[in-house]
């Protein structure tokens, strides 16, 4: 008999079977090279997170079940194609599928489940963020008709300000202050200004 396969909208009481979806991530082929992705979150950080995720008009965190239980995620958002387009495409990212779940056709609902909800919204456009050492999730989605695109390169933003500062560039760090203050009078223009209150009468 064939394993009954359900995606679904994560709720709360995922977060224990999230977490262990987000080690397995996180540590696959990390013998070779060093996962960059965040660290292993806490059950009750998720509980959080996933509450956030279902009052989401943009974004949807969805999960992969296999015979009920929980073995896949993808992070579903929905975004501007480009700062010059009107168009809007639907971003599949940590999309993971648990080592004891492969090859059961979980990966594939859960690009249907991002397909059905890009054509619900009326999104032209979707893309697929994979690790480019996955060669197997690569292959996949490429006889689905998803062509590579760009790279991903991800970094803690102290560890790239570090290394340009290594690099000696010429008056790099007077640059970097300069636009922190920039970026902070922006914050504080933005902030709503609140009216002075009103002067007390002589007779009160």
Known sequence: MAAAIAVRDAQRGDAAALVALWREMTTAGAGHHPSRLP????????????GK??????GRLVVGELDGQVHAMAYLRRAAV???HDDTT???????VSDAARRHGLGKAMITEAVAWAEHEGCPHLAVVAPSIAREANRFLARLGL?????LRFANTHTVARRLAAEHAPNLLALLSSRRSV?????QLARPVSSPP???????
Not at 198 to 204: L, N, V, Y
């Open 39 to 50: 660290g292993i979150p806490t059950v009750a950080a998720v509980e959080v997170a996933v």
């Open 53 to 58: 995720h279902l009052a989401d008009p943009w």
């Open 82 to 84: 480009s700062p010059l």
């Open 90 to 96: 639907l971003t599949v990212e940590y999309l993971h």
């Open 147 to 151: 062509g590579q695109a760009g790279v």
């Open 183 to 187: 970026l902070a009078r922006r914050a």
């Open 198 to 204: 009103e002067p007390e009468s002589a007779g009160t």
